[in-house]
């Protein structure tokens, strides 16, 4: 009997891809039963992990944390694959969180701010995120009388904001915070008399540490403006218990360790695919023109070298902005175009672009380079250095890749880590090294600072020699948004959008409910990515486990054993 076996393609060598491609290759029985492919369109496996090197050391263009250790499956294989340890240093931004390197927080013109300035509104801020994520539940229920003031605030932000939404129940990070922040201020209105620093008054100084840190939740979040990102959805979000930590032999490692149980030549890297055709509907099956027994096979994938590849089921793994751009009118990607449940979830969810800036610096103390957090004048203000690029201006820190690297990092996210990928490096160079020059001045200039009140309270001019002569000699930057093969960095829950569409993009195709797509062959499309799953999504676990979730689906439709 001639009956083909049936056929699974994967498009996309990402976490998403590799991690299905093993679960897949590994299950019991199922390496005879079927074929089985990847198709990558880069020429490399990792997608948005991208273990690079720059001054000699081990450094990630993409993916950095394994975020929270506890019941991470990206632990559990670095654990196994013993990738935790190195002889050589990397990336470990052990400057984060170990003793005695606390960060120096530093206030533009070269201020050094005492914990006394900063702590009370990182805590206001830590609470305000911790609340919104559900981690930070009054006791009011209970009947107790101690509420917490951070919550008392926290709670009388999410009125205040929501009010002022017209009492709708969609409301965005961004404004909570900020009525979280003016919430703050009306409780300390009786020390606004306080000093402030040279042309910082202390509120304009907390504003400014309060921004650093919504900056920082850009970052992470990916919404390059917080006002776009969904409240509710905060809450959805899981992380997993215990320490975030990097990886020593390079987040690649774990890729690796997915692929290196699959066969030469089942990975195919250079193969970009520009078209899906599918058959959403369940009448007579087109392609039987050949006669063969392949033609029957419902999806049909085109690449950009003009081949085509038959198959009954295709693993989508591209990323949500290849995704986006996929379902425009002009781009005709997917043929027939997706079912509206599913482009218009692509569109309702967010996909932002965040990047990272490595510099190498030279210089007497560039192995002493600090933690640096940085307090930004607005960049409306009168006060601001007008040197410095209005896409430094909302950086959070630069700080050494490990404690005595001479290898710096800075994080960009939205309109700044776009503008970034388009400026040529002596830019980059010039307009990082006049914000150093700001931040961290050179001692002689401190020895003419007249203003002596800074040294006396809560503000210091910073009178070490940190970054004097410091100098920026090369950069390396990642490029997310420009590629391709990712449009963009990860997605996040965008106002207007709910956690709904991410189970939305789980979804396979054609849809089985609908009478239309009775006769059709089942599972044709599915859709795997960090953009999938619904409590863990924009991570390399989430990647992970949506991969793992589509291989499954199909080793249950075929009931192979082992699943
Ligand atoms: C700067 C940055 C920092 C990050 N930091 C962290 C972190 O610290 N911790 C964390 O957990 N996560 C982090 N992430 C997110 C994490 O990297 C991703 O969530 C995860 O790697 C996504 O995996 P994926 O398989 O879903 O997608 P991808 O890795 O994007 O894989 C999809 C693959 O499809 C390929 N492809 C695209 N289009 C086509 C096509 N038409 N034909 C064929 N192939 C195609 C791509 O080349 C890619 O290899 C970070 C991401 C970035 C960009
Ligand atoms: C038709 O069959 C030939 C070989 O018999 C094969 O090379 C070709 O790809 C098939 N075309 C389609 C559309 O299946
Ligand atoms: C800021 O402070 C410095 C020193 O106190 C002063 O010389 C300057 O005029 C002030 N204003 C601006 C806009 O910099
Ligand atoms: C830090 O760097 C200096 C000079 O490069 C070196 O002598 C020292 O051993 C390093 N210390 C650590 C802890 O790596
Ligand atoms: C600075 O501190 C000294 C000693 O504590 C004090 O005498 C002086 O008045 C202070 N100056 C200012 C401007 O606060
Ligand atoms: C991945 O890293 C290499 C450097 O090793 C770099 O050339 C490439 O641009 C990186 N990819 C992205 C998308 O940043």
Same mark, same amino acid.
């Given at each position: 009997m001639v009956t083909k076996k049936p056929s699974i393609v994967i498009i996309g060598a990402g976490m998403a891809g590799l991690t299905a491609a093993n679960k897949l290759y590994t299950a019991t029985g199922f390496k005879d039963s079927f074929e089985l492919c990847v198709v990558e369109g880069g020429t490399r496996i990792g997608g948005r992990i991208n273990t690079s090197e720059f001054g000699g050391d081990r450094i990630e263009m993409g993916a950095t944390w394994i975020h929270g250790i506890g019941g991470s499956p990206v632990h559990k294989i670095a654990q196994e694959i013993h990738a935790l340890e190195s002889d050589q240093p990397w990336e470990c931004m052990d400057g984060v969180s170990e003793e005695p390197s606390q960060p120096t927080t530093i206030a533009e013109g070269g201020f050094q701010l005492n914990p006394s300035v900063v702590d009370p509104v990182t805590t206001l801020f830590k609470k305000l995120m911790a609340y919104a994520q559900g981690k930070l539940v009054g006791d009011s229920a209970a009947g107790c009388e101690e509420i917490d003031y951070h919550t008392k605030l926290a709670a009388k932000a999410l009125k205040v904001s929501s009010t002022s939404n017209g009492g709708q129940e969609k409301l965005s990070v961004g404004s909570f915070l900020r009525q979280g922040l003016d919430a703050y201020w009306v409780s300390k209105k009786d020390q606004e008399e306080l000093k402030g620093y040279g042309n910082w008054s202390r509120k304009l100084l907390q504003d400014g540490i309060f921004a650093m840190h919504e900056n920082t939740q850009r970052t992470y979040t !990916? #919404?390059?403006?917080?006002?776009?990102?969904?409240y509710s959805a905060e809450s959805e979000y899981r992380m997993f218990p215990g320490d975030e930590i990097t990886i020593a032999k390079g987040y690649l490692s774990i890729i690796e360790s997915l692929a290196s149980v699959l066969p030469p030549g089942l990975v195919q890297l250079?193969?970009?695919?520009t078209r899906i055709e599918w058959q959403p509907e369940g009448d007579e099956v087109s392609?039987?023109?050949?006669? !063969? #027994?392949? #033609?029957?096979?419902?999806v049909k994938l085109h690449f950009c070298d003009g081949s085509n590849m038959l198959a009954d089921h295709v693993i989508v793994t591209v990323s949500l902005g290849v995704l986006k751009a996929g379902i425009r009118e002009d781009s005709g990607m997917f043929n027939p175009p997706l079912p509206s449940f599913k482009s218009e979830a692509i569109s309702r969810l967010g996909y932002g672009v965040v990047n990272k800036l490595f510099l190498q610096v030279e210089g007497n103390d560039c192995n002493n380079f600090p933690y640096l957090q940085m307090v930004f004048h607005r960049p409306d203000s009168e006060f601001r250095h007008k040197k410095i690029p209005w896409w430094m201006r909302r950086t959070a820190s630069l700080c050494p890749i490990y404690s005595n690297s001479s290898v710096l990092l800075s994080w960009f996210a939205g309109k700044e880590a776009l503008e970034l990928e388009s400026l040529q490096d002596e830019e980059i160079i010039n307009g990082v090294s006049t914000t150093i020059s700001s931040f961290l001045p050179q001692p002689h200039k401190l020895v003419n600072s007249n203003s002596h009140e800074l040294c006396n309270g809560t503000a210091n001019k910073v009178g070490n020699s940190h970054g004097s002569e410091v100098k920026v000699t090369k950069i390396l930057k990642s490029k997310w948004a420009t590629d391709p093969l990712f449009l963009g960095s990860y997605s996040y829950v965008a106002f207007? !959008?709910?956690g709904d569409d991410l189970d939305k993009m789980a979804e396979p195709l054609p849809k089985l409910s609908t009478c239309k797509s009775a006769g059709s062959p089942p599972l044709q499309i599915l859709f795997a990515g960090e953009a999938t799953h619904r409590t863990h999504y924009s991570t390399t676990h989430g990647a992970y486990f949506s991969g793992l979730r589509e291989a499954i689906r199909l080793l249950q439709h075929y009931q192979c054993i082992g699943v």
């Open positions: !990916s #919404a390059g403006d917080l006002l776009t990102l969904d250079g193969r970009k695919v392609g039987m023109e050949n006669g !063969s #027994a392949t #033609a029957t096979r419902p207007g !959008s709910s």
